[in-house]
């Protein structure tokens, strides 16, 4: 069994981890790539694309309507189809049109998953420092832990952007670890993808990793997390500090 007795900190990833963010990434995707006329994608398709911040989650519905369109070009014409590839060109003009249209479809459809609230406000009770790491923009992170009400939670919120490197590379984690004058076996990420696990791994930390999220089709348990919960709240009984009423 895992062993977390010296974890005196907690971090936490956010997309697939605490909240079901797909529906509004989905629909400010959907949009995006009508505005461009391009080729839609599914609510599916963008649940397989989510983890590795905003900008790569464009590049890869782009990818897929080019994949689209070349599809249609060769069943209508014996020229070879072009390739693929998004161009730097085609990722920066369709940025901000999807900035704009995330930040209409922030916290439509939403929803935080079962026993996060009362989970974090254990852990909270328990005095476990809590830390968001996510690589979603900082923007975009701060006003919908505001809208779940969870923000005050958190005392430090880290998004894809606010550090020279995101997940999976171990920087966010390691400035937890220098911020809050932590040992790298005091620190625990939680996570629901690889990339979560990837950067534990780098930075010398534990890890949970949560099979319900978004880990690109592939079991969180081939990644080599410390421990794996199918639910959120079993976090707790992994953890011997918490306080419970009981």
Not at 46 to 52: D, H, I, L, Q, T
Not at 63 to 75: D, H, K, M, V, Y
Not at 125 to 134: E, F, N, Q
Request: hydrophobic content about 45%.
């Amino acid at each position: 069994m895992a062993d977390f007795t010296k974890v005196k900190a907690i971090a936490f990833d956010l997309d697939g981890t605490l909240i079901d963010s797909v529906p509004d990434l989905a629909a400010a995707t959907q949009a995006t790539l009508a505005e461009l006329g391009l080729a839609t994608c599914s609510e599916a398709q963008v649940r397989n694309w989510v983890g590795n911040g905003a900008k790569v989650l464009m590049q890869r519905a782009l990818q897929n309507a080019n994949s689209s369109a070349n599809a249609l070009t060769e069943s209508t014409s014996t020229e070879s189809a072009s390739t693929n590839e998004v161009s730097e060109a085609e990722l920066d003009a369709a940025m901000p049109v999807f900035m704009v249209h995330y930040q209409q479809h922030l916290q439509k459809h939403s929803l935080l998953y079962a026993g996060v609230v009362e989970t974090l406000n254990t852990l909270k009770i328990s005095g476990y420092p809590l830390a968001i790491v996510t690589n979603k923009p900082h923007h975009f992170t701060v006003p919908l832990l505001k809208a779940f009400e969870i923000d005050a939670l958190f005392d430090l919120v880290l998004g894809g952007d606010s550090l020279a490197k995101m997940k999976p590379d171990p920087m966010p984690l390691t400035h937890i670890l220098n911020e809050w004058q932590l040992e790298s076996e005091q620190l625990l990420m939680v996570g629901d993808s690889k990339n979560d696990i990837f950067a534990a791994k780098a930075a010398g930390v534990s890890s949970i990793g949560l099979t319900y999220g978004y880990n690109y089709g592939e079991d969180i348990g081939l990644s080599g997390p410390t421990a794996v919960c199918e639910q959120f709240n079993q976090i707790l009984a992994l953890l011997p500090s918490v306080k419970t009423n009981g």
